[in-house]
C-alpha cells in the first residue's frame, strides 16, 4: 500500500468532515465580498505559545468599519500602543511572523491572520494577554471555528482592494513568488520536497469563506526532524509537540493519527500565504502564484509590490464577477 493512499484512508477514517463549520457563518447565503465584515460578538481562545510554551489568552472583538485588524496586549499598562497588523509593522520573520509598535510585539500572528482572510473578516481587535498568539493545532481551525461560532457582521462601508494591474515577479533561483491580474482572488502554490512523503504537491484555490473553510483551515504547519530550524523549534522552544504540527522524521509522519488531507502540506502553504499576504491590509484581486515559497519570501515580494505602485491600485471593488 502506497503512502499516500494510507494516508487518504487515514484521512477518511479520523476525519469524516470537516470540525471548523458553524451555522453562524450563515453558510449557502450569499456573502457580500464588496463590503467590509467584523464579527458579531466577541470570542476567546486560549492556548500555548509554540516557541514560548507560555499560556496566552485571546479576545477577537469586533471593530468598526476601516478599523483593520489590531493587536493589543492587555498584560501590559494601560496606553500601551496597538499594532496594527500591516507590513510596516513587521519587525520580525525568522522563527514567526511578528508585528511591534513602539517596542511592543506580538508574535506568531499568521495563523490568524489567515483566519481573517479566510473568512473575510475586515476589522477587528484582537486583545491578547502574553507575546505569543496560541499555536491551537498548527491551523487555522481552532480560529475559523471560534470566529464562525461568534458570528459575522456585514458592515455599511465598501471593502476597499488591492486591485493587480499588471504582472509582477520576484525570483530567487528555483523558487518564485508572482501576482497577475485576475477578476478574482487565487492563489496557486506548489512545493517540491524530496522524501516521499511530501513530493511534489501543486493546488490551485479560488479564494471564498466555503472553499476556505472546506479546503485549507484545518491544514497544519509542518517540519522535518533533521531540520535545525524546526529541531530549535521543538527542543528550545517549550510549547511544539505532535498536537500543533505534522512531523516528518525521514520518510514517516510521526502524528499517530495522519494527515488530515492528503495534500495537507501544500494546503498549510496556501493558508500560510493567505496570513502573509493579509498584512497588505486589503484582500487583493488577482492571481497569486507561489513556487517552494515561505514566509521570507513571500515578505519579500510584500515589499516589492508595495513598492512597485504601477503594478496595483487600490479601489472599491463594486461587483466581483461570479461572486
Ligand atoms: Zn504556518
Do not use: E, G, R, Y
Given at each position: 500500500m502506497s503512502k499516500d493512499f494510507k494516508h487518504r484512508n487515514a484521512y477518511h477514517e479520523q476525519h469524516p468532515k470537516p470540525d471548523c463549520h458553524h451555522d453562524d457563518l450563515n453558510r449557502g447565503k450569499k456573502i457580500q465580498y464588496h463590503l467590509q465584515h467584523t464579527l458579531t460578538k466577541s470570542v476567546s481562545c486560549a492556548g500555548i505559545g509554540v516557541h514560548s510554551g507560555k499560556e496566552a489568552r485571546i479576545s477577537i472583538k469586533p471593530a468598526p468599519e476601516n478599523h483593520g485588524i489590531r493587536f493589543r496586549r492587555t498584560d501590559l499598562p494601560m496606553g500601551t500602543p496597538d499594532i496594527p497588523?500591516?507590513?510596516?509593522?513587521?519587525?520580525?520573520?525568522?522563527l514567526a511572523t511578528v508585528v511591534g509598535n513602539q517596542g511592543v510585539i506580538v508574535s506568531t500572528i499568521e495563523h490568524l491572520m489567515a483566519a481573517f482572510t479566510g473568512l473575510a473578516i475586515d476589522n477587528a481587535l484582537v486583545e491578547i494577554d502574553g507575546y505569543e498568539m496560541p499555536i491551537m493545532d498548527g491551523s487555522a481551525g481552532e480560529f475559523a471555528k471560534a470566529i464562525g461560532g461568534a458570528g459575522i457582521r456585514t458592515q455599511k462601508n465598501s471593502r476597499w482592494f488591492f486591485v493587480a494591474t499588471r504582472p509582477l515577479d520576484l525570483v530567487d533561483g528555483d523558487k518564485y513568488v508572482r501576482i497577475k491580474p485576475h477578476p478574482k482572488f487565487k492563489i496557486s502554490c506548489a512545493i517540491d520536497f524530496d522524501t516521499p512523503v511530501i513530493g511534489s504537491q501543486e493546488l490551485t484555490f479560488d479564494l471564498s469563506r466555503e472553499s476556505f473553510l472546506n479546503e485549507i483551515c484545518r491544514a497544519r504547519t509542518f517540519g522535518f526532524v533533521k531540520d535545525l530550524r524546526f529541531l530549535k523549534m521543538f527542543q528550545l522552544g517549550r510549547g511544539g509537540s505532535l498536537d500543533n504540527a505534522v512531523v516528518i522524521d525521514n520518510d514517516k509522519i510521526l502524528n499517530p493519527s495522519g494527515l488530515r488531507y492528503p495534500d495537507e502540506f501544500v494546503r498549510h502553504k496556501i493558508l500560510d500565504c493567505l496570513g502573509d499576504f493579509a498584512l497588505l491590509g486589503m484582500p487583493i484581486i488577482g492571481h497569486i502564484e507561489t513556487c517552494k515559497s515561505g514566509h521570507d519570501l513571500n515578505h519579500r515580494f510584500i515589499k516589492t509590490f508595495l513598492e512597485t505602485k504601477d503594478a496595483w491600485e487600490t479601489r472599491p471593488v463594486a461587483i466581483i464577477p461570479d461572486e
Open positions: 497588523a500591516l507590513f510596516k509593522m513587521v519587525v520580525d520573520t525568522s
